[in-house]
């Protein structure tokens, strides 16, 4: 038998087939694109998506020869829901976090909710990039669309749904939406109430790693599964993450390095509000019962995917015709010490500590010598660094980190990983299975299944450490520079560069 992990990000999915030992047998990967149907706005094309989808499982699944999928769960993006009708139709679009429709209602939503009863209540603070602001702008401007849709499911409902499920989310992506209740595990008629959201478009809430349904016919007919295989449900991207590379503790966090680098770590108790709230950091259920976590994040990965496409986009065709990772060829053009470009990562819309939807991002120091792996190095520095800001504030408020458990497809690059350990000086080990996301997906289908009693007995049993990074003293001590220079540019060019913003906006 074989279990199967699905993991649905931003900008790409993936599936993989593993032996219930934590061997992989198959892994499909297929890309899509962000849409912007006008500027600030940022959505997934749901069929598009789907057909991707349906595309690796199928492949995942023939890949695993003799050991057909007994089980399958999912691991998606948080906040983006997909409006679906009882047939299992897709009625529009999904708008991504950090698309800036919904911002006109945080305004009125503040003075229906305080910070603090809000994070009590979820946990997370009052900010447009979670779901609730979204659902409010297709309630009031798309009200046909509203009316019709069935359900609003985030991307971890949304594919065991379409492959026969009842439509279910599991608690770490119903804390996405703002509307769900940590302590009473159910949607808040509170929040809900107060904002005008019918809790009945919304999928039930239940557990991490329990059993929600069966592949149907028609889903076995496209995937290649089995009708009746077990869909077990799933977690947030970035809690499968940390399953799947055994982060199910405190002490131990996770830095998942794929389109968003998130630092995640993990909590026996809520942290009070006075704790999290200026940090602008949330608390939300861990996957593993008992637990939760908190995500220390920006969009580095997704920036390096500019990079590529603005930077190499020839060398990226030439590179895939020769089989060849243009990622590799890029990273090792990189200058192997701390170099003297700064980089602000504000491309796009940004998460904690300030949310910033209307900044631009900044290049700076580059001269006529200054070479493209100058640039990229640049540019991984300063989300470490924006990142670094974050760990620092948390650690000092008396969350530990002691090691850090690099995973998803930026965790392959030594040098990459190398420069996390200096930055943030930590050490950084490396799970043996880079693709957590799918791992820890499939740790719970087999939790669920029941080839395991629980969380520490399918991570003992599926996840295996490779090497471990330790920081380097010297080149800790040159990355200070570049981390000052970084700490000093973004006050000096914040109200520049949110005026440019909005005059692009203005003018398009």
Known sequence: MSLLGIDVGTTGCKAAAFTPEGRPLSMAYQEYDVRSPSPGQAELDPGEVWAKIVTVIRQAA?????????ALSVSSLGEAVVPVGRDRSILGPSILNFDRRGAEYLQGLHGLLDP?????????????WYTLPKLLWI??????????TYKFLHWGSFVPFMLGAEPAIDYSLANRSLLFDMDGACWSDRI???????????PAPVPSAIVTGRVSREAARQTGLAAGTVIVSGAHDQCSNAVGSGVVSERIAMCGMGSYLCVVPVFAKRPEPAVMLPLGLNTEHHAAPGRYVSFLYTRGGSLVKWFRDTFAGADRDIASEKGRDIYEILLAEMPPQPGSIVVLPRFAPMGPPDFASDAAGVIAGMTLETSRGEILRGIIEGTLFHIRDLVDSIVAAGVAIDELRAVGGGSKSAAWVGMCADIFGRPVARPQVAEAGCLGAAIMAGIGSGAFQGFPDGVEAMVSLGDRIEPDPGRQRSYEAGYQRHRELWPLLKSFLRGAQRAVDAGA
Request: hydrophobic content about 30%; proline content about 7%.
């Open 62 to 70: 023939a890949g695993a020869g003799n050991d057909p999928v007994q």
């Open 116 to 128: 603090e009863e809000l994070y009590r209540i979820n946990g997370n603070p009052l900010e447009n």
């Open 139 to 148: 309630r009031d401007r798309e009200p046909g669309l509203y009316a019709r």
């Open 192 to 202: 809900a109430g107060k904002a005008g959201i019918q809790k009945e478009k919304l």
